[in-house]
């Protein structure tokens, strides 16, 4: 296994910086992608009560909040094993400027926080119609009849097509 550095300097700095216990203050880990029109955040937070757990979002920052408490009162048990602790989980993700705020969801299922994130309607990609026609004519947009009113074979393959 080998030795990462920069991970191993995260875990003494947030133990230094925070005065809890390195296992206090914890990171969740994510997956982050784009799917068409939105995208999507995955947050592991296995163990966490679903009331606990906190997303907000403002202008540039999503920031997913929850705790675990694992102490309990001492009842009197002998234990053997206690690896359990409480903790306190910040991930804190920068945003683009194309999410549409209003219409972010989560769902908490299995250990695993989604969160959507929908792009919005006006930054989605467009299609961008091209103009074509002789000189001296009015040029027209493509999509704007079918394929043998204009003149077009719809079997042509585009210059571009790896099959031609």
């Not at 925070?18 to 947050?43: I, K, Q």
């Not at 909040?65 to 910040?90: K, N």
Request: net charge negative; glycine share 6%.
């Amino acid at each position: 296994m080998l030795f990462d550095t920069f991970k191993e300097l995260d875990r003494i700095s947030s133990a230094f910086f925070s005065g809890l216990p390195e296992s206090a203050l914890s990171s969740a880990p994510v997956n982050v992608y784009r799917d068409e029109d939105h995208y999507v955040v995955e947050a592991d937070l296995p163990g966490f009560d679903p009331s606990s757990i906190d997303v907000s979002a403002e202008a540039g920052l999503l920031t997913i909040r929850a705790e675990r408490d694992a102490s309990r009162e001492d009842r009197g048990e002998q234990w053997l094993v206690r690896e359990r602790s409480s903790a306190h989980v910040v991930r804190q993700i920068a945003l683009s400027d194309e999410v549409d705020l209003d219409a972010i969801a989560a769902d908490y299922r299995d250990g695993v926080l989604n969160v959507t994130l929908p792009v919005r309607a006006d930054a989605l990609p467009r299609k961008v119609a091209v103009a074509f026609g002789s000189s001296g004519s009015t040029p027209q947009a493509l999509g704007s009849g079918s394929a043998e009113q204009e003149g077009v074979d719809p079997k042509a393959q585009p210059a571009h097509s790896v099959a031609s």
